[in-house]
């Protein structure tokens, strides 16, 4: 099974700054991954596929890059509702792995 | 509009069997891969198996091969998790969730299901 590692485990940053999230395949998964977005008390919510499509509704100061093995999540302007975890997953032959997660917390 | 909704909180003792439910609407029901997840409480996520209720074809994540069943009712349009006999560790929130097409992302989400197993 696909290994997906998240670094770093927690992020703190302020209001209006940018966050960088980080996710690494343990082997290649070509532009297969996504991230989602989870609040407490919450379902996750699907923020990109395909490595870097935004989904529906998305805003765009989410923004996702990266192929292979190495994925980035920025978040170009932190406003205060996305203070929550983030996820990558990987979907790769039959395979739906997700990474540990990242808090982002207000700094 | 897609929903996926989850049939309600479940309390029960270690041995006894349980399914759980998510039923889907606003789409062809049989057109898309459904997948299962399960959150640990304070923990990440672990998907569990997909079905494609078209054809019941189903996978299974290594980690949940012959732990929990998934199937599914076309005729209602709603998918299953079940358990014959659970344990203590399998207390958690289940999502159900509808995968964007096969091998793909999971696009949109149940509300979950808290089960809790407790003598």
């Known amino acids: 099974e696909i290994v997906m590692t998240q670094s770093p485990a927690t992020l703190s940053v302020s209001p209006g700054e940018r966050a960088t999230l980080s996710c690494r395949a343990s082997q290649s998964v070509s532009s297969n991954l996504a991230w989602y977005q989870q609040k407490p008390g919450q379902a996750p919510r699907l923020l990109i596929y395909g490595a870097s499509t935004r989904a529906t509704g998305i805003p765009a100061r989410f923004s996702g890059s990266g192929s292979g093995t190495e994925f980035t999540l920025t978040i170009s302007s932190l406003q205060s509702e996305d203070f929550a975890v983030y996820y990558c997953q990987q979907y790769n032959n039959w395979s739906y792995s997700f990474g540990q997660g990242t808090k982002l917390e207000i700094k | 509009e897609v929903q996926l909704v989850q049939s309600g909180a479940e309390v029960k003792k270690p041995g006894e069997s349980l399914k759980i439910s998510c039923k889907g609407s606003?789409?062809?029901?049989?057109?898309?891969?459904i997948g299962w997840v399960r959150q640990m409480p304070g923990k990440g996520l672990e998907w569990m198996g997909i079905?494609?209720?078209?054809?019941?074809?189903?996978r299974y994540s290594p980690s949940f091969q012959g732990q929990v069943t998934i199937s599914a009712d076309k005729s209602i349009s709603t998918a299953y998790l079940q358990w014959s006999s659970l344990k203590a560790s399998d207390t958690a929130m289940y999502y159900c969730?509808?995968?964007?097409?096969?091998?793909?992302?999971?696009?949109?989400w149940g509300q979950g299901t808290l089960v809790t197993v407790s003598s």
């Open positions: 079905i494609y209720p078209g054809d019941s074809d189903t």
């Open positions: 969730a509808r995968l964007r097409g096969a091998g793909s992302s999971w696009h949109y």
């Open positions: 606003g789409y062809s029901f049989t057109s898309y891969w």
